[in-house]
């Protein structure tokens, strides 16, 4: 518990800081888009490039790779037509296809979990991995395909090759497989630029943060969605885990799948579709519900 709470302390003081900083008319709404610019362009590839290309492949359990990216599809597929089914309008909808699923499985589900199980260093690499390829691909495209409805299809595809996530993705990929060596110099550059992505976004929101408070549909949305990520999601899981996967060491997946709402959710709304209130609520909502789903669920796994 007090690993949790230390965990996710930080995020709260850079969210305050952030919003401090507005009050004191030190920063203002432009560096919103700014932040997240960087954030979007530099920071958050830099940070999925050097996760992927630090994974070691001798330790890859490929199963489970294959097995959560899967469930990940499925999901996110039912969660598209559910939405359609309940007439939601689409910047809802689309936080609710990406939202529900993609919490902060590294920031927050990395250090968490290697508290409290021992060994666990290369499944979880993969599993962030497993929620980076299906987030940035599939999830993507459905992202893409709402911001541009009458583009073409080749012009579509374009548009995602060309997106920062997945062109990180796609030379990490060729880095680890081919079993490149990377200069020091060239890796600890990146992860000073990547060093820095998650601190940025989080001083972002505090500053959008920075307005009046009301309590509408958009905060019951965001918890039905905190609902949906911290206690849904976990429990499809392990029940997925005890129909499907009996023999395998689910326990890490079923964690990170209780993970709360990532900053990463917050830059994807400032350049797609979804309703910016929403995503921000959930991240908050979800973060501080999560010092007590988190401790609850770890205790049923173990």
Same mark, same amino acid.
């Given at each position: 518990?007090?690993?949790?709470?230390?965990?996710?302390?930080?995020?709260?003081?850079l969210?305050?800081?952030?919003?401090?900083?507005?009050?004191?008319?030190?920063? @203002?709404?432009?560096?919103?888009?700014?932040?997240?610019?960087?954030?979007?362009?530099?920071?958050?590839?830099?940070?999925?490039?050097?996760?992927?290309i630090?994974?070691?492949?001798?330790?890859?359990?490929?199963?489970i790779?294959?097995?959560?990216?899967?469930?990940?599809?499925?999901?996110?597929?039912?969660?598209?037509?559910?939405?359609?089914?309940?007439?939601?309008? &689409?910047?809802?909808?689309?936080?609710?296809?990406?939202?529900?699923?993609?919490?902060?499985?590294?920031?927050?589900?990395?250090?968490?979990?290697?508290?409290?199980?021992?060994?666990?260093?290369?499944?979880?690499?993969?599993?962030?991995?497993?929620?980076?390829?299906?987030?940035?691909?599939?999830?993507?495209?459905?992202? &893409?395909?709402s911001?541009?409805?009458?583009?073409?299809?080749?012009?579509?595809?374009?548009?995602?090759?060309?997106?920062?996530?997945?062109?990180?993705?796609?030379?990490?990929?060729?880095?680890?497989? /081919?079993?490149?060596?990377?200069?020091?110099?060239?890796? =600890?550059?990146? @992860?000073? /630029?990547?060093?820095?992505?998650?601190?940025?976004?989080?001083?972002?929101?505090?500053?959008?943060?920075?307005?009046?408070?009301?309590?509408?549909?958009?905060?019951?949305?965001?918890?039905?969605?905190?609902v949906?990520?911290?206690?849904?999601?976990?429990?499809?899981?392990?029940?997925?885990?005890?129909?499907?996967?009996? @023999?395998? @060491?689910?326990?890490?997946?079923?964690?990170?799948?209780?993970?709360?709402?990532?900053?990463?959710?917050?830059?994807?709304?400032?350049?797609? =579709?979804?309703?910016?209130?929403?995503?921000?609520?959930?991240?908050?909502?979800s973060?501080?519900?999560?010092?007590i789903?988190?401790?609850?669920?770890?205790?049923?796994? /173990?």
């Amino acid at each position: 518990m007090f690993d949790l709470f230390t965990t996710i302390l930080p995020v709260f003081i850079l969210i305050g800081i952030g919003a401090l900083s507005k009050i004191l008319k030190i920063s @203002d709404d432009n560096w919103i888009t700014v932040m997240n610019n960087y954030a979007f362009n530099l920071g958050f590839p830099a940070i999925i490039f050097s996760s992927l290309i630090k994974l070691n492949k001798s330790t890859i359990n490929y199963d489970i790779m294959i097995y959560n990216s899967l469930i990940l599809v499925v999901l996110m597929t039912l969660i598209f037509f559910l939405t359609k089914i309940f007439k939601m309008d &689409e910047e809802t909808r689309n936080c609710y296809i990406i939202c529900s699923l993609f919490g902060n499985v590294a920031y927050v589900g990395i250090p968490f979990i290697n508290s409290i199980l021992q060994n666990e260093a290369g499944n979880l690499s993969i599993i962030v991995a497993s929620y980076t390829l299906v987030m940035f691909t599939l999830g993507l495209a459905i992202l &893409e395909f709402s911001k541009y409805k009458k583009i073409k299809p080749v012009e579509l595809i374009k548009n995602i090759i060309k997106n920062p996530f997945i062109i990180s993705i796609f030379f990490a990929t060729i880095v680890l497989q /081919l079993n490149i060596a990377l200069p020091m110099i060239i890796i =600890k550059s990146i @992860d000073m /630029l990547a060093s820095g992505a998650s601190s940025v976004v989080l001083l972002a929101l505090g500053i959008f943060l920075v307005k009046p408070i009301k309590l509408n549909k958009n905060t019951v949305h965001a918890t039905i969605l905190s609902v949906l990520k911290l206690i849904i999601l976990p429990i499809v899981f392990i029940l997925i885990r005890n129909i499907f996967f009996k @023999d395998l @060491d689910f326990s890490s997946t079923i964690i990170e799948a209780g993970m709360p709402g990532a900053v990463t959710l917050f830059v994807l709304s400032q350049k797609y =579709k979804m309703n910016k209130n929403i995503v921000v609520e959930m991240i908050i909502i979800s973060t501080v519900l999560s010092i007590i789903t988190l401790p609850i669920l770890t205790s049923f796994l /173990l």
